[in-house]
C-alpha cells in the first residue's frame, strides 16, 4: 500500500507538468510504470486512486486523462520544503510524519513539493507548485523548513500559507513556532536547579535562526540565578567531523563545565559520544540536555533529557487552520511554549563536580 502512495503521489506531480504544458492525456501504464520504475500492476492501483478523486479520467482503450479541473471533494494541501528532503535532514521527517496524522485524521490530503527555493530560482511562475495552484490542485501550502520571504510571499499572493517552526516575521505569513527564547530560559533554569553553576550552550552554527533567541533566554535565565555566561561558554561545533572531534576536544580541555545545553537532540546525541570517547561519565561527570525531542533521543548513549519543541501540536494547528479556516483579522502568528522531558542525561550536579567546576 506504502508504494501505491507513493506512485500516487508521483503522478499527481506528472498531472500537474501536464496541466502546465497544456496536454491532456498521460503517459500509458506500461510508461509510467518505466519512468517510475515501479510495475505497472502498482500504476494501475495507484491511477485507479486519482480517478475516484477527480484528478484523471480513465478511458477503456483509449488511455488516462488529465480532467481539466479536479472534481474533488477532499481538501488537498501542498507541504513545501526548501531543498529536497533528502538534504533537508531527518528533523522534515517528524514533521512530515506529524502532519501525515494529523491530515488523515481530518480526510485531508497532502502533496509534497521539494527544493522550492531552487524552483523559484529558476522560474517564479510556472513553477511544480505554482502550477498545481493555479490548475485548482492545491486548496493551501504548508512550509516546513526556512523558506526565503521572497518564495513565502509569492505563494501568498496564490493561496493561503502556514509556516510551521518558523515566525514570519511579521510579513502577514501565519506561523506557529516554538518559543526558542522560552526553550533556552526553560533549559537553563531547569540544569541550575540541579545545582550546575558552569553551564554551557552547544550548537553547530550560530546562524541558525533559533540559536540567537535559545542564548538570550539562557543567558537571561543564568543572569536571574547569578550565574555567568561569556563568550567561553558558547561552543559552535561544526558539523564536519574530523573538525567536530578537534574543536570539542580543544574546548574540552579547557572547560570546567558540568552541564552542556544543546541546540538540537542529534548534536546532543554526537556530543555524548564525544564525552564517552573521552572518558567522561554523561551524566556523572557532565550533563547533557538536547532540544526537539526526537523519537531517537532515547537511542542516544543516554537517553536524552530535552526540551520538547512541541512539533505534533504545531501540525495539529496548522491542519486546523486549513480545515475550519483562520481566526479573525491578520493571519495567526502563535508561539507555543516548550516542555521538558527529563530521561536519564542530567543529573544533580555533586558536591566535587561543583569543586571543579568552579576551577577557571
Given at each position: ?141 504548508i512550509l516546513i523548513s526556512r523558506m526565503p520571504m521572497d518564495v513565502a510571499g509569492r505563494l501568498c499572493e496564490q493561496t493561503r500559507v502556514a509556516m510551521l517552526n518558523n515566525t514570519a516575521g511579521g510579513s502577514g505569513v501565519a506561523s506557529v513556532a516554538c518559543d526558542h527564547y522560552r526553550a533556552g530560559f526553560l533549559a537553563a533554569g531547569y540544569l541550575a536547579r540541579r545545582g550546575h553553576t558552569r553551564i554551557a550552550y552547544a550548537t553547530d552554527s550560530l546562524n541558525h535562526p ?151
Amino acid at each position: 500500500m506504502a508504494a501505491v502512495v507513493e506512485v500516487a503521489e508521483r503522478i499527481r506531480g506528472i498531472v500537474v507538468e501536464s496541466r502546465g504544458r497544456g496536454e491532456a492525456r498521460l503517459p500509458s501504464e506500461r510508461g509510467l510504470a518505466e519512468r517510475l520504475g515501479v510495475s505497472r500492476a502498482t500504476v494501475a492501483k495507484a491511477l485507479a486512486g486519482l480517478a475516484r478523486e477527480g484528478l484523471v479520467v480513465r478511458r477503456h482503450g483509449s488511455g488516462t486523462y488529465v480532467l481539466d479541473r479536479p472534481a474533488r471533494t477532499a481538501l488537498c494541501l501542498g507541504v513545501g520544503l526548501r531543498h529536497v528532503i533528502h538534504k533537508s535532514g531527518p528533523h522534515f521527517g517528524v514533521l512530515l510524519g506529524a502532519l501525515s496524522r494529523h491530515a488523515e485524521a481530518r480526510g485531508v490530503h497532502l502533496q509534497i513539493f521539494e527544493g522550492l527555493a531552487g524552483q523559484f530560482r529558476a522560474d517564479p511562475v510556472a513553477n511544480p507548485i505554482s502550477r498545481a495552484i493555479s490548475s485548482g490542485l492545491l486548496d493551501g501550502v504548508i512550509l516546513i523548513s526556512r523558506m526565503p520571504m521572497d518564495v513565502a510571499g509569492r505563494l501568498c499572493e496564490q493561496t493561503r500559507v502556514a509556516m510551521l517552526n518558523n515566525t514570519a516575521g511579521g510579513s502577514g505569513v501565519a506561523s506557529v513556532a516554538c518559543d526558542h527564547y522560552r526553550a533556552g530560559f526553560l533549559a537553563a533554569g531547569y540544569l541550575a536547579r540541579r545545582g550546575h553553576t558552569r553551564i554551557a550552550y552547544a550548537t553547530d552554527s550560530l546562524n541558525h535562526p533559533q540559536a540567537p533567541a535559545n542564548i538570550s533566554g539562557f543567558r537571561s535565565a543564568l543572569e536571574c540565578k547569578g550565574l555567568p555566561f561569556g563568550d567561553e561558554d558558547a561552543w559552535v561545533l561544526p558539523a564536519n567531523s574530523d573538525s567536530f572531534d578537534r574543536v570539542f576536544k580543544e574546548k574540552l580541555a579547557r572547560s570546567a563545565h558540568t552541564a552542556i545545553f544543546v541546540r538540537h537532540d542529534f548534536l546532543a546525541a554526537r556530543l555524548i559520544r564525544a564525552l564517552t570517547r573521552a572518558g567522561r561519565r554523561v551524566p556523572g561527570d557532565v550533563s547533557v540536555m538536547g532540544m526537539g525531542d526526537y523519537p531517537w533521543g532515547f537511542q542516544s548513549p543516554v537517553p536524552l533529557t530535552t526540551v520538547d519543541n512541541r512539533f505534533d501540536e504545531m501540525c495539529r494547528i496548522a491542519v486546523e487552520w486549513f480545515c475550519d479556516g483562520w481566526p479573525e483579522g491578520q493571519p495567526p502568528q502563535v508561539f507555543l511554549d516548550p516542555r521538558i522531558v527529563e530521561r536519564d542525561s542530567v543529573a544533580e550536579a555533586c558536591a566535587a563536580t561543583q569543586e571543579k567546576g568552579g576551577q577557571r
